[in-house]
């Protein structure tokens, strides 16, 4: 049945075709016919010389993007420069108003107690800062080993095209992330100081008082934005997580719920022992001497490989009784 339909169907379609074409050829003019014929004409001879079965829709856009990944991959080395230069204007800015406008004020208006605690936590403050920036910025980020080595690797890098070692990340911009940290949160306690109490518009001179007003306006964005991501790190060391592990365990969380299993993440040694080795914290007398002081002592570890933590041993022997 399927067959005489078909050889039924096959001389309508070809005498449907005929017709159209006929009715084309006699509604549309003859140099605009000789266009189309020429574009199909065109347009077989660009398919017969660089047709490629492996080509598609996403391969023509990687080429039509690929002029912006080189401009991103040569320009964003120069991010980091700006960056650093950004965060150096303004935080002179903000020092150099706080001794020439703010200073003179507080000596007026403050009481002795108060102008030593406000002396001593202001440059406590600046000294950390400026430390803790300068580590980050010229800390070496470390590199991974170029010949064979018996380290597990997770993955492979897409920029330097090199094996990755379990929770590393190649960053275009920042390279050290502990001095980094504590940068940030030395730097949004500063910030939260300065702008809690409301600026004051007694002054005469014009550019003092646009110079508080900037300080004010400065200083509270810088608040809430350090604040925030302050927090949002804090959460992450407290679990003992990267913001990359973040995603990947909650994706792996996900599937083994799914299971009806529980997904414990090996890099997760309690929330205190987290900080501890985050900070680089042994003894308590390294609270004072590598966290309120500033230090330059180096992180636990290597980089590469990572102790388990205490259930993951404590499992591992149980499995190995057995």
């Known amino acids: 049945m399927r067959g005489q339909r078909s050889l039924l169907l096959g001389p309508a379609r070809l005498c449907l075709r005929l017709l159209l074409l006929l009715g084309y050829r006699r509604r549309c003019p ?3 016919r000789g266009l189309v014929q020429r574009w199909r004409y065109g347009k077989v001879c660009l398919r ?3 047709y490629n079965s492996f080509g598609g829709s996403d391969t023509a856009v990687d080429a039509a993007f690929e002029p912006i990944y080189w401009l991103v991959d040569n320009v964003i080395r120069w991010c980091g420069v700006v960056f650093v230069v950004l965060v150096i204007v303004l ?7 706080a001794y020439l406008c703010v200073l003179p004020l507080i000596l007026r208006t403050y009481s002795v107690p108060r102008l030593c605690w406000h002396f001593f936590y202001s440059h406590w403050n600046l000294i950390l800062i400026v430390f803790h920036y300068y580590q980050a910025i010229t800390t070496p980020p470390g590199y991974p080993p170029q010949g064979r ?10 920029k330097c095209i090199y094996p990755k070692p379990a929770r590393t990340h190649h960053c275009s911009i920042c390279n050290s992330y502990g001095s980094w940290d504590l940068f940030r949160e030395a730097y949004a306690a500063i910030e939260t100081y300065h702008q809690t109490p409301p600026p004051t518009f007694s002054f005469r001179e014009r550019v003092t008082h646009k110079s508080l007003v900037y300080l004010w306006f400065l200083c509270s964005s810088v ?5 925030a991501l302050t927090v949002w790190h804090a959460v992450l060391i407290s679990r003992g997580e990267t913001s990359i592990e973040r995603h990947i365990n909650k994706k792996e969380r996900r599937r083994l719920q799914a299971k009806g299993r529980v997904f414990r993440n090996h890099y997760n040694y ?10 680089g914290v042994d003894t308590g007398r390294h609270w004072l001497t590598r966290v309120l002081l500033p230090s330059s002592h180096l992180p636990h570890g ?3 490989t990572w102790d388990p933590p205490p259930w993951v041993t404590a499992h591992s022997a149980s499995v190995m009784a057995v």
């Open 30 to 32: 003859p140099l605009l």
């Open 48 to 50: 017969s010389l660089l």
């Open 91 to 97: 935080t002179s800015s903000i020092v150099a108003i």
């Open 149 to 158: 080595n018996d380290i597990a690797t997770v993955s492979i890098c897409k």
């Open 223 to 227: 608040a809430l934005a350090l604040g």
């Open 270 to 279: 309690g929330c205190l022992d987290n900080w501890k080795v985050f900070l």
């Open 302 to 304: 290597n980089g590469m």
